[in-house]
Nanobody
């Protein structure tokens, strides 16, 4: 099970940190990722991190502004989002390479 939290309303230029608490599987064995889906749009990749946290990959649209990280001791995935833009408004999901998806947390960025 994956449960996201930390979404909310923020002004453009602001920051938010999303969390994803994992349970029921060996979190530390799997790569993890963040995805997002804006209203009327398809779900898109945001960032991913390997099981160890040593390698991270980002969509071009968020590279340099977002940082993905994980704490395997706490079974938790994070997404630090800085310099937020209105186009970052979306439902943010975490996912495991084991095939699990969370329910999403809504991020709204006002201009």
């Amino acid at each position: 099970q994956l449960v996201e939290s930390g979404g909310g309303l923020v002004q453009a230029g602001g920051s938010l940190t999303l969390s994803c608490a994992a349970s029921g599987f060996a979190f530390g064995d799997y790569g993890m990722g963040w995805f997002r889906q804006a209203p009327g749009e398809e779900r898109e990749f945001v960032a991913t991190v390997t099981w160890s946290g040593s390698s991270k990959y980002y969509a071009d649209s968020v590279n340099g502004r977002f940082t993905i990280s994980r704490d395997n001791a706490k079974n938790t995935l994070y997404l630090q989002m800085n310099s937020l833009k209105p186009e970052d408004t979306a439902l943010y999901y975490c996912a495991s390479l084991s095939g699990s998806w969370g329910q999403g947390t809504l991020v709204t960025v006002s201009s």
